[in-house]
């Protein structure tokens, strides 16, 4: 996978960090940014044998805003299959 070369603009990248990666934290670090910047906004880790059995947007892990950009889910598991399910839902 490759971003366009304008997809990001600001040096600015938030760690992945359990608990605090959620949407509420990426929105308020977001104003913050300068106007127009745009940056990669990574999740914490998903485990790709929960995500397939959740509601996409419905925990806190997977929750994000309608006009957020830049969002990178960031995927553990090591099976094919359970990867596969959670990719197709993200």
């Known amino acids: 996978m490759s971003f366009p070369r304008d997809a990001v603009n600001f040096p600015l990248c938030l760690a992945p ?9 990426r929105a308020t670090l977001r104003t913050y940014l300068p106007a127009g910047a745009k ?18 947007g419905q925990t806190p892990e997977t929750a994000r805003e309608d ?13 094919e299959g359970p990867i596969a399910a959670t990719v197709a839902l993200l």
């Open 17 to 25: 960090m359990v608990g605090l990666s959620h949407v509420a934290l």
């Open 67 to 79: 006009d957020e950009d830049g969002l990178v889910p960031q995927i553990l598991g090591n099976e």
């Open 39 to 56: 940056t990669l906004w990574p999740t914490e880790m998903l485990n790709s044998r929960r995500v397939p059995d959740q509601l996409v």
